[in-house]
């Protein structure tokens, strides 16, 4: 099963919070660089201007969907 496409505005208005779409997508992006250290994916390759847009939004505050460390 997958989801259908929707363009990012459609699916933002179907979640009816940016906030949450922004913190889902920091932690998904937060998941593909951390579970490749820990060897449960093989690491992929991510552009400088995406890793830093990831390091302003985790600074900003949007950090409610990050794996925190044990």
Same mark, same amino acid.
């Given at each position: 099963? #997958? *989801? !259908?496409?929707? &363009? /990012? =505005?459609e699916y933002t208005e179907s979640i009816g919070d940016i906030d949450r +779409? +922004?913190?889902?997508?920091? %932690? %998904?992006?937060? !998941?593909?660089?951390?579970? $490749?250290?820990?060897?449960? =994916?093989? &690491?992929?390759?991510? &552009?400088?201007?995406? #890793?830093? $847009? /990831?390091? #302003?939004? +985790?600074?900003? %505050?949007? *950090?409610? !969907?990050? +794996? #925190?460390?044990?």
């Amino acid at each position: 099963m #997958r *989801s !259908r496409p929707l &363009p /990012f =505005a459609e699916y933002t208005e179907s979640i009816g919070d940016i906030d949450r +779409v +922004v913190n889902m997508l920091v %932690g %998904g992006t937060q !998941r593909v660089i951390e579970y $490749a250290t820990l060897g449960f =994916a093989i &690491p992929q390759p991510m &552009p400088d201007k995406v #890793r830093a $847009a /990831f390091e #302003r939004l +985790v600074d900003a %505050g949007f *950090s409610t !969907r990050l +794996v #925190r460390a044990t």
